[in-house]
């Protein structure tokens, strides 16, 4: 089993989670659960050879030339992070079946839920930085559709935007930094860029890479003072808050740090940037979560604190710091991910997370509250838990760095107040909820929920107990493991124990403790002063700040957009000639030394009968019709000039993209006037003909110049390889399928989403219907006249033959793919002239969309199928094979690829085409058919 295996699963699980719509919620949930349970086996099988010091890697071949594989590892950190990710992410999705209710789309929230630990689960694999940022962007998208799952509601909205914004921002500086990075090593990969420590921290561009690689980690890890988007992303489901601030996305940004720390940590600024930035950070969370009314607003100040604690401690340079860091990240998605489950279950059984109304719980649920004050007290560091073992390690280590010389002992000072605000809000979080009297005005009465809507907080609860008695036994391996990979290999001495005898770390909890209980009971005084404190509303001043940056940019483009298309044509001339014409003046020759080709009478007729075609559709423009009768003549000479050439498949090609074409602005034209009206002035007149002059002067003159200079084409490579690399005669189409066959797969990805964009575009659209020509002659009482239909249906079966053996050609004659799809989409779009497209959908049932998307997936499949050979993405694979009644024959892979090509084409073509002609069916009867 590889390790490829353990992020494809979560992305099945991801789509059939969307399949089970009609399923029962325990068979959509059993179902959900299947793949990360696989994968989180696949995970326990490697896991004795990491703890054995054992680093393993699969690389698939992507785009070798340019570095770019589809490159996984799995060493002690990601491991540790692979199994937060998929163990938390099971919980979660068996949490979600008894928190959501009937009206919600469970298997959307599954769906959203596996999509995010798919992009989780390959940034913390990824050993190509370039597929670890299109993750890292991933996992912003999938965050995006989780907190706006309650679409209809405002605050899941704006909540979604901010969070997109801030991170996707922070998205692009870590790509920046990281290509930085990249080019200073001289490769992609994350092994070559780890164990170049020495060459990236002595480059002059290292501040500016590691300023930008914080920028991405401080985004996505909610750092001050990019705080202020998670607090506004729990307008999510308590589920998706639960996964997102315990094991994913909140932990991308932290677990970067880690990753990174062997190549970038290590000098001054590192230091000063991340502790400095981590202490403000824990400071700030801890004292605004205490004056949060809603519980989960409490729990987004505390995670933002706890954040900003394992960022100082990556930030103190020290080697045990590094550990208590990995320590307290397992120990914060342990009882945050319980504590807001707790919270969901608060919610759902009472109506409400108001802290000043859902007082006195312990009586009405008190197995939840058990559950939920255990969590809390790990979370203050209480001791026999697991949150106070990883505080006694902050606070030792805060007393062993010498980060501001002889001001150092801020930082313990600072530590210890910032312990006694986070047992201020939990002490907060457990009396004020569970005690303090009588609850106020809530909407439902309260109960204890479903029994195993308890199950995933009581294991989390469980392994806070366990890891906080034993943790040598629970944690020591992957604590080990982690730590070996951060460290570059290397594991200082350290000790897990709930007792170290009495020091000083054991002081500065004591002083925590009792401090933040002192805090919690004088709770009033510290209200009345925040009260007092001018108001600070993030989503109030991100929204104007958003509103102010659209009108810049409104005003901004209202003065270089007009809605004039000449306009936009002339700059962009004007640019194409002062680029292009200027360095011809610096040119001493034009003319080089090779020796032009005698120009024959059938070159100069054709030449002129372009020329006479394009100077016609200028002069004749007014009157489309004729203009696009003079511009179907440039298309035509321009077919002739491929084959002159010797170019037989773009002289095909062009021929059918043009009769599409055509047809596509009949149809087009038919919604237009027949005249269109002279809109220029005499001055604009002069002025076009000015830039038009000079662009085909300089343009001239540099094909003139190019053709009468000798060069080597590239083309003598594909012609010498493509009988032997791609097992074809026929050169452009081995080019289309197989050396350039990525391109192709993009192009006709476009093709298909134009089509689409098209289809919607035309849906409904009202149009004018004209009832008659330019000459106010009306149209013909025979809508679809009978010797046309005649002629079509016998014309269908041959151009479809005609198609079939064009596509088959293709790869040793001219013929494809392509070009055969474009034959096919004519012949039927005939049908629908012929016969309207009512008469074709009553015998014809045809879903564009199924047609494109399965092209596409054929194309897409035929690349990926090289990967289980071993070979590179798109190579193809060709042999020859005696069959009998049909003899030696040569069948290649690249055949399924242009099938895949064929099929898209033909669907989006007709798509594009049928609608339109929809439109013009559909026209009133009185106004076409007079």
Request: proline residues 4%; neutral net charge.
């Amino acid at each position: 089993m590889t390790l490829l295996w353990i992020p494809l699963l979560s992305l099945i699980g991801s789509i059939i989670s969307s399949m089970t719509g009609k399923l029962t919620r325990n068979q959509s949930t059993s179902l959900s659960l299947l793949m990360p349970f696989i994968a989180l086996c696949i995970t326990i099988s490697f896991a004795p050879a990491v703890f054995s010091g054992e680093e393993v890697r699969e690389t698939i071949s992507w785009i070798p030339l340019l570095g770019i594989n589809i490159a996984f590892r799995l060493d002690g950190l990601a491991l540790l992070f692979v199994f937060m990710i998929i163990t938390i992410g099971i919980l979660v999705i068996f949490y979600a079946r008894y928190y959501l209710s009937s009206k919600d789309s469970m298997p959307k929230l599954y769906s959203y839920l596996m999509l995010f630990m798919t992009a989780m689960l390959g940034i913390v694999m990824s050993n190509n930085v370039i597929q670890l940022w299109f993750f890292w962007e991933l996992t912003s998208i999938s965050s995006f559709l989780l907190i706006s799952y309650w679409w209809y509601k405002s605050e899941a909205r704006k909540g979604a935007i901010m969070a997109l914004t801030i991170t996707g921002g922070g998205g692009l500086a870590l790509l920046a930094g990281l290509l930085i990075i990249s080019n200073i090593v001289g490769s992609y990969s994350l092994d070559v860029i780890l164990a170049s420590r020495e060459l990236i921290q002595s480059h002059n561009l290292y501040e500016v890479a590691l300023i930008l690689v914080l920028l991405g980690a401080f985004t996505k890890s909610a750092q001050f003072p990019f705080h202020f988007w998670l607090p506004h992303a729990m307008a999510a489901p308590t589920p998706v808050s639960a996964y997102l601030h315990s094991a994913t996305m909140v932990k991308a940004g932290i677990f970067l740090l880690a990753r990174f720390y062997p190549a970038l940590a290590g000098t001054d600024i590192w230091f000063i940037i991340v502790s400095l930035t981590g202490m403000t950070t824990l400071l700030f969370g801890a004292y605004v979560a205490l004056f949060k009314h809603d519980l989960k607003g409490l729990l987004a100040y505390s995670t933002i604190s706890h954040l900003g604690l394992i960022t100082l401690l990556f930030g103190l340079n020290t080697e045990l710091a590094t550990v208590a860091a990995i320590f307290h990240i397992i120990n914060h998605a342990t009882f945050k991910a319980s504590l807001f489950m707790a919270t969901g279950i608060i919610d759902h059984e009472t109506g409400t997370r108001d802290m000043r109304k859902i007082n006195g719980m312990w009586r009405y649920m008190p197995y939840t509250a058990t559950l939920a004050m255990v969590a809390a007290a790990s979370m203050a560091g209480v001791p026999l838990l697991n949150g106070f073992l990883s505080k006694e390690m902050f606070f030792a280590e805060t007393l062993h760095q010498q980060l501001l010389g002889s001001m150092s002992w801020i930082i313990p000072v600072l530590a210890t107040i910032a312990g006694a605000f986070s047992v201020a809000y939990s002490a907060r979080f457990i009396h004020d909820v569970f005690f303090n009297g009588d609850p106020i005005d809530l909407p439902k009465e309260p109960s204890e929920p479903p029994r195993y809507m308890r199950v995933p907080i009581e294991i989390l609860v469980a392994l806070c107990l366990l890891v906080g008695i034993f943790p040598n036994f629970i944690v020591d391996d992957i604590l080990t493991s982690a730590s070996f990979a951060v460290l570059g290999g290397y594991v200082p001495e350290f000790k897990v124990s709930l007792w170290h005898g009495f020091n000083l770390p054991l002081l500065m909890s004591a002083f925590a403790v009792t401090g933040g209980l002192f805090m919690y009971t004088q709770r009033r005084h510290l209200f009345t002063f925040q009260a007092s404190l001018p108001p600070l509303n993030a989503k109030k001043a991100f929204d104007n700040s958003i509103y102010v940056m659209i009108k810049w940019c409104q005003r901004k483009i209202g003065a270089i957009e007009n809605g004039s298309l000449q306009r936009y044509l002339m700059l962009m001339f004007l640019i194409v000639l002062l680029g292009a014409g200027w360095p011809l003046f610096e040119m001493h020759e034009l003319v080089g030394t090779k020796e032009l080709t005698p120009v024959s009478m059938h070159s100069a007729v054709g030449a002129a009968l372009l020329m006479i075609g394009a100077i016609s559709t200028v002069i004749w423009y007014r009157t489309r019709m004729v203009s696009l009768l003079m511009i179907s003549v440039v298309g035509l000479m321009v077919s002739v000039a491929f084959t002159r050439f010797s170019a037989p498949d773009l002289a095909l090609t062009q021929l059918t993209v043009e009769v599409v074409t055509i047809v596509l602005l009949m149809l087009a034209l038919f919604f237009l006037p027949q005249r269109s009206p002279k809109e220029s002035s005499s001055m604009r007149i002069i002025r076009d003909i000015s830039i038009s002059a000079g662009l085909g002067i300089v343009v001239g003159s540099i094909c003139y110049a190019l053709i009468t200079r000798p060069f080597e084409s590239i083309s003598n490579f594909f012609i010498a390889n493509a009988k032997t690399g791609g097992g074809g005669t026929n050169v452009v189409n081995v080019i289309l399928v197989d050396f350039r066959g990525f391109d192709t797969l993009g192009e006709i990805c476009v093709l298909g989403i134009a089509a689409l964009g098209i289809s919607k575009l035309l849906i409904n659209l009202p149009l004018f219907m004209p009832g008659s020509d330019s000459e106010g002659r009306p149209w013909a009482r025979e809508r679809y006249p009978i010797l046309l239909a005649s002629i079509s249906q016998s014309l269908l079966p041959l151009a479809l033959l005609v198609s079939v053996y064009i596509f088959l050609r293709g790869h040793n004659l001219p013929g494809g793919g392509f070009i055969a799809g474009l034959i096919t989409a004519i012949a039927f779009i005939l049908q629908y002239i012929a016969h309207g497209s009512n008469w074709i959908s009553e015998r014809l049932t045809i879903n564009y969309r199924k047609i494109i998307a399965s092209g596409l997936a054929i194309a897409l499949l035929t690349g990926v199928g090289s990967w289980f050979f071993g070979r590179p993405f798109m190579t193809t694979w060709f042999d020859y094979f005696d069959i009998p009644f049909i003899g030696n024959i040569e069948l290649a892979s690249a055949l399924v690829f242009d099938l895949g090509v064929y099929i898209t084409v033909v669907g989006a073509t007709l798509m594009i085409l049928a609608h339109l002609g929809e439109l013009t069916a559909n026209a009133p009867k009185e106004e076409v058919n007079i």
